[in-house]
């Protein structure tokens, strides 16, 4: 009895107890499997704003230690057994976002990162040495060898991508007129944005695979185009476009002490003199592929210089960039820029320098009011395949960019994708599609075709182009209103040939003037062109056209106001010009015009005969011979032209000899001149930059002024670069002289760093104009003072045989970012009547 009670009770007692820890042990078996179960997550992080990836963004498991950074494209993948129920993603410059997970599951998570625009924090100044400073000096130690100029060649493949947008579509926008009739397209816009990205409207996008290549000594770079697909609003036809998207244009070194960017001069992170322009904190360090490299990130003095704010990542081994995210805000002193965006990610070579794998650039174009959208503007490049230290003969690299001639031919979606280093991400396959959509919309092309007319200063019929606007009304003192009318072929109607025509009218002189010209292209490769023209019309004196050509608004602009010395001419013209080797081309012509002034002027038949006949017009016809050499100037070809982009370290040299013919064609005289001409764009560093002009002329023969070089001065209160704005139009005539003319853009040197001053932006500038020349006393003999009909003539000066004329300035542009003023002051010639020692003048300007 006792013993079934003992068992009973002990039964029931540890029954219980078995059945509680049996229990337990379930729920504690499951509860760990849950617990054991991994959670897996994915994804992409970008810019909300213009949609590109954010690279080396921190991702991380909330209330754990466990994360990654996002690579070069955005995408990251990381996994967890930590029973954490949300995941971060941060970076610099974002505000940072937090999603929530779902426990052991695998899932794809995307993130938009907004922008955070905080001010740069106070500099804390602690005892001891920034740890950072080391290892900049070691970067700076070893540059040369990290730099891939080192090599003596490198080759690759290459992959350009461009995208550009309209973006800050404001509602106030949204409600005009034109962007009310795309309503329908800007709705598809706001479901391609995403959740959290803002809408943008697609104007271009374009695609290019080319071949790079590059050798040292001398420096020489290729790029061959090998295919392109371009889609964009006005655009017709690829040739130009291809030129400009391949990745000759979307490079940058940063063991260049200044990189250019949209034509302005940046300090590099990384330049010799890194401690006078930037600050810099270590932050990290962390494995990278294959590389232990410290983090550092860095930012400008001063928010206003030129400089970048950003994060790189500097290898253990042999301190060489790996990564870099440099930005510039729209602190620094430039227009209309919100933000310039650089990323780059390189690699080791097997000869130890570094070459760029990938990079990514963003410039977001600010709206110009509070009603108008602002642009965005991306740029990627992938490279692949590289090659180094095979150089090729400097005759390979004779075309700087070379287009292959399928390029531009349509090539199948299955083509392209075996063409691409990656596939399009559905937001870019999407932009194609809309950009399709957008050009055939009627008021899209209307306001295309208006843009092209301001930009080219043509209107476009197809085969013919009218214009250009720019003088199709004019007045001055001789033809009173004076109105003109253009048109000219395309490379529709011929791409051999271009034919020109220009008719105008003045209705105070009651006279035509006429304009013909017939080109034929001989070659595009080596380019050699055989021109032909006929000229009747009315110019100044000291205008010489030719040099001028690439200053049409100049050219307009001496139509108009009170024309001092002016004369009517006939001109005839023969010309061939061609390239002869890379950087040098050469070019005879032969030129007949007749001179038939306008103002009071006559010379006599021989130097001091005041008794003979005094005379006024004359006929001349000369032969020149012009050699110029760029040796690394760029050139592009639009359709049938020929387009400089400038050099970037070496002068632009011209020679130029002129004879004249007495005799032919009713010529009066014979004559030698020669003329040398060297320009020289010259970086300064911190000082900006300068523009270097010399020019230097020698006259052998006796000839009526005209024949001579009138200087060019300027009565008017407008700033001129061309011109000596002291000097008074005609004051000064010379047979031989050299002249120097510079300009230094100091850009925000100086008021960068005055407290308020630098809120403004202004920016200083530096100009000097001298001149040593003379007229030989045979010269002088031969001008008259009178005119044939007995009234007194104009009489030119002349400067002092070692006696230099001199003109120092100063000014300050940018001002409301749109004009400038300059303080011009003449230190020489001062004791003639009338002579101006000081001026203050003016000038608009659109400028970066």
Same mark, same amino acid.
């Given at each position: 009895?006792? @013993?079934? @009670?003992?068992?009973?009770?002990?039964?029931?007692?540890?029954? %219980? &107890?078995?059945?509680? +820890?049996?229990?337990?042990?379930?729920?504690?078996?499951?509860?760990?499997?849950?617990?054991?179960?991994?959670?897996? =997550?994915?994804? !992409?992080?970008?810019?909300?704003?213009? /949609?590109?990836? =954010?690279?080396?963004a921190n991702i991380v498991?909330?209330?754990?230690?466990?994360?990654?950074?996002?690579?070069?494209?955005?995408?990251?993948?990381?996994?967890?057994?930590?029973?954490?129920?949300?995941? @971060?993603?941060?970076? =610099?410059?974002? !505000?940072?976002?937090?999603?929530?997970?779902?426990?052991?599951?695998?899932?794809?998570?995307?993130?938009?990162?907004q922008e955070d625009v905080i001010s740069l924090q106070e500099i804390v100044v602690v005892a001891g040495e920034n740890p950072a400073w080391p290892i900049m000096r070691n970067v700076i130690k070893n540059k040369s060898e990290n730099d891939k100029r080192k090599l003596s060649a490198y080759e690759y493949d290459t992959y350009t991508k461009i995208e550009i947008?309209?973006?800050?579509?404001?509602?106030?926008?949204?409600? &005009?007129?034109?962007?009310?009739?795309?309503?329908?397209?800007?709705?598809?816009?706001? &479901?391609?944005?995403?959740?959290?990205?803002?809408?943008?409207?697609?104007?271009?996008?374009?695609?290019?695979?080319? !071949?790079?290549?590059?050798?040292?000594?001398?420096?020489?770079?290729?790029?061959?185009?090998? !295919?392109?697909?371009?889609? /964009?609003?006005?655009?017709?036809?690829?040739?130009?476009?291809?030129?400009?998207?391949?990745?000759?244009?979307?490079?940058?070194?940063?063991?260049?002490?200044?990189?250019?960017? =949209?034509?302005?001069?940046?300090?590099?992170?990384?330049?010799?003199?890194?401690?006078?322009?930037?600050?810099?904190d270590l932050t990290d360090s962390l494995n990278i592929g294959d590389e232990f490299c410290y983090r550092l990130d860095f930012y400008p003095k001063s928010t206003s210089d030129l400089a970048f704010t950003g994060t790189m990542w500097i290898t253990k081994n042999g301190y060489a960039l790996k990564q870099i995210d440099a930005n510039v805000g729209k602190q620094a002193n430039l227009n209309f820029i919100e933000k310039i965006r650089i990323q780059q990610e390189l690699s080791r070579t097997d000869r130890s320098s570094w070459l760029p794998v990938k990079n990514r650039v963003l410039i977001d174009v600010s709206e110009l009011g509070k009603q108008n959208a602002g642009m965005l503007a991306k740029f990627y490049t992938s490279n692949k395949n590289f090659v180094t230290n095979k150089?090729?003969?400097?005759?390979?690299?004779?075309?700087?960019?070379?287009?292959?001639?399928?390029?531009?031919?349509?090539?199948d979606e299955n083509v392209w994708d075996t063409l691409r280093h990656e596939p399009l991400s559905d937001t870019e396959k999407s932009v194609y599609k809309m950009i399709d959509t957008l050009r055939n919309i009627p008021i899209v092309k209307t306001y295309t075709d208006i843009f092209k007319v301001l930009l080219d200063g043509y209107y476009n019929l197809g085969k013919v182009e009218v214009g250009p606007y720019l003088g199709l009304m004019a007045w001055n003192r001789i033809e009173g209103i004076r109105v003109q009318?253009?048109?000219?072929?395309?490379?529709?109607?011929?791409?051999? +040939?271009?034919?020109?025509?220009?008719?105008?009218?003045?209705?105070?002189?009651?006279?035509?003037?006429?304009?013909?010209?017939?080109?034929?292209?001989?070659?595009?490769?080596?380019?050699?062109?055989?021109?032909?023209?006929?000229?009747?019309?009315?110019?100044?004196?000291? @205008?010489?056209?030719?040099?001028?050509?690439?200053?049409?608004?100049?050219?307009?602009?001496?139509?108009?106001?009170?024309?001092?010395?002016?004369?009517?001419?006939?001109?005839?013209?023969?010309?061939?010009?061609?390239?002869?080797f890379k950087g040098y081309s050469q070019k005879i012509s032969f030129r007949h015009w007749t001179f038939d002034p306008t103002f009071n002027f006559g010379y006599l038949p021989q130097p001091g005969d005041v008794s003979g006949t005094v005379l006024e017009n004359f006929q001349s016809s000369e032969v020149s011979v012009e050699s110029r050499y760029a040796?690394?100037?760029?050139?592009?070809?639009?359709?049938?032209?020929?387009?400089?982009l400038g050099t970037n370290k070496w002068p632009v040299i011209t020679l130029k000899y002129t004879?004249?013919?007495?005799?032919?064609?009713?010529?009066?005289?014979?004559?030698?001149?020669?003329?040398?001409?060297?320009?020289?764009?010259?970086?300064?560093?911190?000082?900006?930059?300068?523009?270097?002009?010399?020019? /230097?002329?020698?006259?052998?023969?006796?000839?009526?002024?005209?024949?001579?070089?009138?200087?060019?001065?300027?009565?008017?209160?407008f700033y001129s670069s061309v011109t000596y704005n002291l000097m008074d139009f005609g004051e000064f005539?010379?047979?031989?002289?050299?002249?120097?003319?510079?300009?230094?853009?100091?850009?925000?040197?100086?008021?960068?760093?005055?407290?308020?001053?630098?809120?403004?932006?202004?920016?200083?500038?530096?100009?000097?104009? %001298?001149?040593?020349?003379?007229?030989?006393?045979?010269?002088?003999?031969l001008i008259s003072l009178l005119t044939p009909t007995g009234e007194t003539a104009s009489q030119v000066g002349y400067f002092n045989d070692g006696k230099p004329y001199m003109e120092v300035g100063y000014g300050i542009e940018n001002i409301f970012k749109i004009f400038r003023v300059d303080f011009i002051h003449r230190l020489s010639y001062l004791d003639k009547p009338d002579a101006r020692k000081f001026g203050v003048f003016f000038t608009a300007q659109l400028q970066l």
């Open positions: 009895m006792n @013993i079934a @009670i003992f068992v009973f009770c002990t039964t029931v007692r540890y029954g %219980v &107890r078995f059945r509680f +820890w049996f229990l337990f042990s379930i729920l504690l078996f499951f509860g760990f499997s849950a617990l054991c179960q991994e959670t897996k =997550v994915s994804g !992409k992080v970008t810019d909300a704003n213009s /949609g590109d990836p =954010v690279p080396f498991f909330k209330g754990t230690t466990v994360g990654v950074t996002t690579d070069f494209d955005g995408n990251f993948s990381l996994s967890t057994f930590s029973p954490s129920d949300s995941i @971060i993603a941060s970076y =610099v410059g974002y !505000k940072p976002k937090t999603k929530a997970v779902v426990r052991g599951a695998a899932q794809t998570i995307n993130f938009q990162l947008d309209v973006d800050n579509l404001s509602d106030k926008f949204r409600e &005009r007129k034109i962007v009310r009739k795309i309503t329908q397209v800007l709705d598809s816009v706001e &479901r391609i944005a995403g959740e959290d990205g803002k809408p943008i409207l697609p104007l271009f996008i374009t695609e290019s695979v080319s !071949k790079v290549y590059y050798r040292d000594n001398p420096s020489l770079k290729k790029e061959q185009i090998l !295919k392109s697909k371009i889609n /964009g609003i006005g655009v017709e036809d690829g040739s130009t476009v291809t030129q400009v998207i391949g990745s000759s244009f979307q490079e940058y070194n940063f063991y260049q002490n200044w990189l250019n960017i =949209v034509t302005k001069e940046f300090v590099s992170p990384i330049a010799d003199g890194w401690r006078i322009y930037y600050e810099y150089p090729y003969e400097p005759a390979f690299y004779e075309r700087a960019i070379e287009i292959a001639e399928d390029a531009t031919q349509t090539e009318g253009g048109i000219k072929t395309t490379y529709k109607f011929s791409k051999h +040939w271009i034919y020109h025509a220009q008719l105008a009218y003045g209705f105070d002189d009651e006279r035509f003037k006429y304009y013909l010209s017939a080109q034929r292209i001989l070659s595009k490769h080596r380019w050699t062109t055989l021109s032909v023209r006929y000229r009747s019309d009315l110019t100044r004196l000291g @205008i010489d056209e030719e040099s001028l050509a690439d200053n049409p608004i100049f050219l307009a602009a001496t139509k108009w106001g009170n024309f001092r010395r002016g004369y009517y001419f006939d001109e005839y013209y023969l010309g061939m010009q061609r390239e002869l040796r690394d100037e760029l050139f592009i070809q639009n359709d049938n032209e020929r387009i400089s004879h004249g013919f007495s005799g032919v064609f009713n010529s009066d005289f014979d004559y030698d001149r020669l003329r040398l001409n060297i320009k020289k764009r010259i970086k300064t560093g911190p000082l900006g930059v300068g523009n270097l002009t010399f020019t /230097g002329e020698y006259v052998f023969n006796t000839l009526p002024y005209p024949l001579l070089t009138l200087h060019l001065g300027n009565q008017s209160p005539v010379s047979d031989h002289y050299f002249s120097l003319q510079y300009r230094q853009y100091l850009e925000g040197f100086l008021l960068n760093r005055i407290p308020l001053l630098n809120k403004l932006k202004w920016r200083l500038l530096a100009t000097t104009n %001298v001149i040593v020349g003379g007229m030989r006393q045979s010269n002088r003999d």
